[in-house]
């Protein structure tokens, strides 16, 4: 029996070293501005410009965005640029076979992305906040970029450009007798065309649009959920006032 706890420990530490070898790293704190109106606008624009060329939104229609302040006009003139119609919903015109040649699947659909991302490391929001600022070049790879989230992933980083190129810098380290790698930060190898802050600025707003996204009601829910929770404290202390008037004078 000793033997076998033994075997597993062991196991378990040299799984923990490869998943470190692999840059698997602690998810970051996405901002939660799901209420922040110029946020998701802007979330958005980053979305349809970056996003949707190869990702759907299968299950969310143009027409939607004006729930997020955006006029039927401005989602015409700003967001569509393809002959799709305003009531129509976002679909990418990218061939299956084609993405599945080039990244080696087809890319999933980002409607509920941010809801399917949950994990032991955080909220989706978390995973896709860190997903997206953990890019870096690596030339043994198809695309030639991989990710510290997601090691080995398939998708290019279409945001270099407003990124920049970056290098991880890793520290080796021993872990149960075994040597792993651990990440300890970044060295910008050539600047974006937007400083480190500015970046970080615009994922959050990507990621906030994606979170809407996944439920656009949620913000009504929550405030109407308030207002019930607010209706019943008040119901409960007057039909509590009503029992003890109604039984004072009962012995």
């Not at 922040?36 to 802007?42: G, K, M, V, Y």
């Not at 979330?43 to 990702?55: D, E, P, R, S, T």
């Not at 929001?125 to 790879?141: I, N, P, S, V």
């Not at 997601?150 to 149960?176: C, T």
């Amino acid at each position: 029996m000793k033997k076998i706890i033994l075997t597993l420990i062991a196991a378990l530490g040299l799984l923990s070293g490869a998943q470190a070898a692999e840059g698997g790293i602690a998810w970051d704190k996405a901002p939660n501005r799901t209420n922040d109106t110029a946020s998701l606008q802007n979330g958005a624009k980053l979305f349809v410009n970056y996003c949707l060329n190869c990702h759907s939104a299968a299950f969310m229609r143009y027409n939607r965005l004006q729930d997020i302040g955006l006029t039927e006009q401005q989602i015409k003139d700003n967001l569509l640029f393809t002959t799709d119609k305003v009531g129509e919903t976002m679909k990418s015109a990218i061939d299956p076979r084609q993405a599945k040649e080039w990244f080696g699947g087809n890319p999933p659909d980002l409607t509920v992305i941010a809801r399917s991302r949950a994990g032991h490391g955080g909220t989706g929001a978390d995973y896709l906040y860190t997903f997206l600022r953990t890019f870096y070049r690596d030339d043994t790879k198809a695309t030639g970029w991989n990710n510290l989230a997601f090691p080995n992933v398939g998708m290019p980083h279409v945001l270099w450009q407003l990124q920049g190129d970056r290098r991880p810098i890793f520290e080796e380290q021993q872990s149960h007798g075994h040597p792993i790698q651990v990440f300890k930060g970044w060295e910008q190898i050539t600047a974006g065309t937007m400083s480190p802050l500015q970046y970080d600025q615009a994922v959050g707003d990507l990621v906030n649009y994606l979170q809407w996204m996944g439920e656009p009601a949620q913000n009504t829910r929550v405030r109407v959920g308030v207002w019930v929770l607010i209706f019943l404290g008040v119901f409960t202390v007057i039909a509590w006032r009503l029992n003890a008037a109604f039984w004072k004078d009962v012995k």
